[in-house]
């Protein structure tokens, strides 16, 4: 199964996500490999990858299709990383192999392509894609079998979301010429208090209104309400939601560059991404 991570705006948990599912899957005895297709490559690192060191990686398979670079497959980047979890990583570079794939005619396939190449090497696919509504994140949406859109709980990330979701689908529907459905979602960071390290008064309060719109209220009990609301419309266009509680634990496991299976197996957040993977599995 190819399961794609996507949303456009970054931090919403995409990586995470990836990860931490990948890690659960992993450790149910499955082969699982993660691609990154981020150029920032958070995935690369959260696996104890180096994204700077001077391997193969994700730029050279994208820029074996533009011109004359050589030829390398998705399985010439692959390594075993210390999880055991399968990486074919991402590097900083990856970000100037874009206006290439402009030039090639079917570039939101390529993904797709490479893929097919590897057959049946691995049980489960996992791609984490860039907070953008690039080619990377086409390419992994067209790939796909299965996508799950990450979800922030701060306050100001709730605004617009759906919106842009929409918008990326439709794109891929031009693409492929199918209605791609996002059926997964996840909520991740639950429960943190949003930290507005901005002024209420003055220039600063200004800036942030412009930013994020005049706040409905200050009060804790309400926005905890507009939440719960923001849930519930969640749920009511994706066929499966799971709500990550905010877990310290989260971050030190990635610091480790180790998913949460391996780093705090019972903890709150990895609890939800357990049942998540069990639910993958189980398709
Ligand atoms: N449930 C959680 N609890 C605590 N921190 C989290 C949780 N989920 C994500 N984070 C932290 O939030 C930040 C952004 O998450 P990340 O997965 O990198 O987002 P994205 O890939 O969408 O940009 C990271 O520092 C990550 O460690
Ligand atoms: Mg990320």
Redesign the pocket.
């Known amino acids: 199964m190819i399961v794609t991570f996507a ?1 456009h705006k ?8 990836c990860l931490n599912i990948a890690g659960f899957l992993h450790e149910s005895g499955k082969r699982v490999l993660v691609i990154d297709c981020d150029p920032q490559a ?1 995935a690369t690192s959260g696996l104890g990858v180096d994204p700077c060191s001077d391997q193969l990686s994700m730029y050279d398979v994208f820029m074996s299709y533009a011109g004359d670079f050589p030829d390398v497959g998705l399985a010439d980047i692959i390594t075993e990383t210390k999880s055991g979890i399968f990486l074919a990583s991402s590097s900083l570079d990856l970000v100037g192999a874009e206006p290439y794939l402009y030039t090639i005619d079917n570039r939101a396939a390529i993904l797709k392509d490479v893929i097919t190449e590897i057959g049946d090497a691995y049980d489960h696919i996992l791609i984490d894609t860039p ?1 953008s509504m690039g080619q990377f994140v086409l390419n992994g949406l067209v790939a796909a079998d299965r996508v799950v859109v ?1 979800f922030d709980s701060g306050i100001f990330a709730l605004k617009g979301g759906a919106e842009a979701l929409s918008a990326i689908m439709d794109d891929v529907e031009t693409y492929t010429g199918e209605k791609v459905v996002a059926d997964v979602a996840v909520l ?2 639950w429960g943190q208090t949003p930290v507005i390290p901005v002024p209420d008064e003055g220039f600063g309060a200004r800036l942030k209104q412009l930013f994020f719109g005049t706040p409905e209220s200050g009060d804790n009990g309400e926005e905890k309400g507009r939440l719960a609301a923001f849930e519930n419309d969640v749920k009511r266009s994706f066929e499966m939601v799971y709500t ?5 634990n ?2 030190k496991a ?1 610091e480790n560059g180790i998913p949460l299976p391996q780093f705090a197996p019972e903890c709150e ?1 990895a609890c939800v991404y357990r049942e998540i993977a069990e639910q993958l599995n189980s398709q």
Do not use: E, L, M, W
């Open positions: 949303h970054g931090g919403t948990g995409k990586t995470t996500s958070n907070p990450t991740t960071r990550i509680p905010f877990d310290t989260v971050q990635q957040a």
